[in-house]
């Protein structure tokens, strides 16, 4: 089962999606970073499968720079390591599962409570 989540750059904090301001929108590479960050990518065209342990991403190449990106989440692991590239690049991220922006510093109010014991897991396997 899947779910989507939109990732966006933006100047604006983003609390609710009501309140996005377009014009503090900033235009970037999504494909580029994404691309960096993760070694095994199945591409297809211009579709990308990112394949992780216990998760895939699927996302699609934009021909330009753009503010925001949807993903499609295999796998609550899928999620975790998103937010770490979110919190390394300043992105804010919409969950469609829970039909509200993650608060990406207090990630325990937004019902992942598997997330500290993932991380360690990723810091004792590196």
Same mark, same amino acid.
């Given at each position: 089962?899947?779910?989507?989540?939109?990732?966006?750059?933006?100047?604006?904090?983003? &609390?609710?999606?009501?309140? +996005?301001? *377009?014009?503090?929108?900033?235009?970037?590479?999504?494909?580029? &970073?994404?691309?960096?960050?993760?070694?095994?990518?199945?591409?297809? @065209?211009?579709?990308? *499968? &990112?394949?992780?342990?216990?998760?895939?991403?699927?996302?699609?190449?934009?021909?330009?720079?753009?503010? !925001?990106?949807?993903?499609?989440?295999?796998? @609550?692991?899928? +999620?975790?390591?998103?937010?770490?590239?979110?919190?390394? @690049? !300043?992105?804010?991220?919409?969950?469609?599962?829970?039909?509200?922006?993650?608060?990406? *510093?207090? +990630? *325990?109010?937004?019902?992942?409570?598997?997330?500290?014991?993932? +991380?360690?897991?990723?810091?004792?396997?590196?």
């Amino acid at each position: 089962m899947s779910w989507d989540i939109v990732l966006f750059s933006s100047e604006q904090n983003l &609390v609710s999606l009501e309140n +996005l301001n *377009e014009d503090l929108l900033k235009p970037i590479d999504f494909d580029k &970073v994404l691309k960096s960050k993760f070694k095994n990518i199945k591409k297809t @065209e211009n579709h990308n *499968e &990112v394949i992780g342990k216990d998760f895939s991403i699927d996302f699609f190449d934009d021909e330009e720079l753009v503010s !925001n990106k949807m993903l499609s989440l295999y796998g @609550e692991n899928g +999620l975790f390591e998103i937010i770490k590239i979110a919190k390394e @690049e !300043n992105w804010q991220i919409y969950d469609s599962g829970i039909d509200k922006m993650l608060n990406l *510093e207090k +990630l *325990e109010e937004n019902g992942y409570l598997n997330f500290k014991s993932y +991380l360690n897991s990723i810091i004792k396997n590196e």
